[in-house]
């Protein structure tokens, strides 16, 4: 029990700062007009992507663990949380390539950013993620397409019958899969969002000298000051990539060497571990925006102090937070009653 009670004390707190956080960025960007920009909308898709780990996979994560690893919920239910989870990542790692393709033309090509980058493109490029994210964990996984004999995995469970040997809700990555989703979706994207941002330092490194030469000394000063912010802007974006390969790698790196080892493991600490550190990106996200950029820093603080809003804006920022806040208390609640109904 006392080791339940201290998981509660990390755990809980933990997921109601990356809901809130999540919560934050999508209101910044929604409430304020500075922060109306093309970029800002794959910011926004990843927020979106980072809440709903936070509101539908944490939880149950959470549940799992204090539960020894016991899954309680029965096996539709286990594959849905399966797929959520898997979509979630997927989306994650894509909206990152499409933001490092962005920063990309917008520093390479800057007179042409605007015509190549248009909000009809934009939407169909987020429009494109979800669908490969859906396609990519929810067909598969309900179609049985990762397993060993291509059945669907934990149709034979009962729901609150976890206690019987071999009831982890498990990702099975019993065949080519695990290849497939492992280097389709995390190897090979960060490779190429490791290239892009290689080709973006150089060429703002050129940029920078070409201005420097010849711009006139009476208007160097404005002219880099503008060309500084987009570098900026550009780090921070890099920041956000570096952070998910931390806390992304050790993930697919167990996992896929366990599928590729054909290894069937009970949940332990490594695991554990290696799970609750790709969600940790989910809670980073939201404190390196602000932490690279002016005006995500001016617009948090402005929603936290109710200040430079519209009265239309504040009556919506009040009521996201208390829809925020009622999501929270229910899931502390939930936290504070289910773990020491069954253990």
């Not at 550009?234 to 996992?255: E, K, R």
Request: proline share 4%.
């Amino acid at each position: 029990m006392i080791s339940t009670a201290l998981r509660l004390l990390v755990l809980v707190p933990f997921i109601i700062l990356t809901i809130v956080g999540n919560v934050l960025v999508c209101l910044a960007v929604g409430l304020s007009r500075r922060l109306w920009r093309i970029t800002n909308c794959f910011v926004v898709s990843l927020a979106v992507t980072d809440l709903l780990l936070g509101l539908l996979v944490m939880p149950l994560s959470a549940t799992v663990e204090l539960r020894s690893g016991h899954w309680p919920f029965g096996g539709a239910l286990c594959n849905i949380y399966i797929s959520l989870d898997v979509m979630l990542c997927a989306a994650s790692i894509l909206t990152l390539m499409a933001i490092s393709v962005d920063r990309y033309l917008a520093i390479s090509a800057p007179l042409s950013y605007s015509r190549r980058v248009t909000p009809v493109r934009v939407t169909l490029a987020i429009i494109t993620i979800w669908a490969l994210s859906l396609a990519v964990s929810f067909v598969p996984i309900h179609l049985g397409l990762n397993t060993a004999d291509y059945r669907v995995q934990h149709l034979d469970w009962v729901m609150g019958d976890e206690v019987k040997e071999g009831h982890y809700c498990q990702f099975e990555w019993k065949n080519n899969y695990v290849l497939i989703y492992a280097f389709g979706y995390f190897y090979l994207p960060l490779l190429l969002m490791c290239g892009m941002y290689l080709c973006i330092f150089r060429v703002a490194r050129k940029q920078v000298r070409r201005i420097r030469a010849a711009t006139p000394s009476f208007a160097r000063a404005a002219s880099i000051a503008a060309t500084a912010r987009e570098h900026k802007a550009t780090m921070s974006l890099a920041a956000v990539l570096g952070a998910f390969v931390i806390c992304w790698f050790p993930y697919f790196t167990f996992f896929t060497c366990m599928a590729i080892k054909k290894k069937t493991y009970a949940p332990n600490t490594l695991s554990s571990v290696v799970l609750w550190l790709c969600y940790l990106n989910s809670a980073l996200n939201p404190i390196l925006y602000p932490a690279f950029n002016r005006d995500f820093r001016r617009v948090y603080g402005e929603l936290l102090r109710c200040r430079g809003l519209s009265r239309r804006n504040l009556i919506a920022h009040l009521i996201c937070m208390y829809l925020t806040n009622l999501i929270i208390t229910y899931y502390f609640i939930q936290y504070l009653l289910n773990p020491f109904n069954k253990i």
